[in-house]
């Protein structure tokens, strides 16, 4: 076991973790506003589909964990691409190698379950909400048709250096206005990023078939208990860890 890990409570609650499992910070790169993270651990898993996300807070940390999607899995353990802001974020991104994390998860409907797979998709992410497209990417390639990863600044490019980016300061265009390029009809969207991102790829792509909007949310419990993420929908109320984090556009209104 690695140093620092704390064996846990097997309990289960809906075949997801629901006990904190003890990590360690095993490696990481930084750049001026991101950090790209390896977690590593003995009970961590790592065969999470892309979608789903962990709850993360670092040990004995009185505040509350904060939701982060998957970058990557491997028998490593899991790759986190995060903001270097915000209490746990900045514990990510500067506390020293070995110090202990805790994670509960998966959470969240993976993306596969809940979009058309006969159809083949453009990837919109802006900013560290490409993480969870990334992965996307890895576990479907066959689904992916075009890419539109946007950052405002070129940061990103050294902790990315597999991943095609846009940097909006330099090639004078965001990853909305990318995808406008490169989308053609027939082809559907997984976006994730901004809310402002997420209402002008709305207003342009609303009635189009198979266009999916992955929302951000402050999560609480992860598993739909608390109702804190519920956001209204065509189907009533849904949450955002729960029957989430992806959903189609048809099904958000007010998304405009």
Not at 19 to 47: D, I
Not at 61 to 72: G, H, Q, V, Y
Not at 141 to 161: K, M, N, S
Not at 178 to 193: D, M, N, R, S, T
Request: overall charge neutral; some cysteine.
């Amino acid at each position: 076991m690695s140093r620092g890990v704390r064996q846990q409570d097997t309990a289960t609650q809906n075949g997801s973790r629901f006990f904190w499992v003890g990590t360690v910070l095993r490696h990481r790169q930084v750049s001026a506003r991101y950090a790209r993270v390896l977690l590593e651990g003995p009970e961590l898993p790592t065969k999470i589909a892309a979608g789903q996300f962990v709850l993360l807070r670092a040990q004995e940390d009185p505040c509350l964990p904060r939701a982060f999607s998957i970058l990557s899995t491997s028998v490593y353990g899991i790759e986190l691409f995060v903001k270097s802001e915000g209490r746990v974020r900045k514990k990510l991104s500067h506390s020293p190698f070995d110090t202990v994390f805790e994670v509960r998860g998966p959470y969240g409907t993976p993306y596969a379950s809940k979009i058309n797979l006969n159809r083949p998709y453009i990837l919109v992410g802006g900013g560290s909400g490409g993480a969870p497209l990334m992965h996307f990417q890895q576990q479907y390639p066959e689904l992916v048709a075009g890419t539109a990863y946007g950052f405002r600044t070129p940061d990103a490019q050294e902790l990315l250096p597999e991943v095609p980016i846009l940097v909006e300061s330099e090639d004078g265009k965001s990853a909305a206005l990318h995808a406008e390029e490169i989308w053609q009809p027939g082809q559907g969207i997984l976006a994730c990023g901004p809310e402002p991102m997420l209402r002008l790829l709305a207003q342009r792509y609303r009635g189009q078939p198979d266009v999916y909007v992955s929302l951000e949310a402050r999560i609480g419990c992860g598993i739909g208990t608390c109702l804190g993420c519920s956001i209204p929908t065509t189907l009533g109320p849904q949450r955002i860890c729960r029957e989430g984090p992806l959903f189609s556009l048809d099904e958000l209104p007010w998304l405009t």
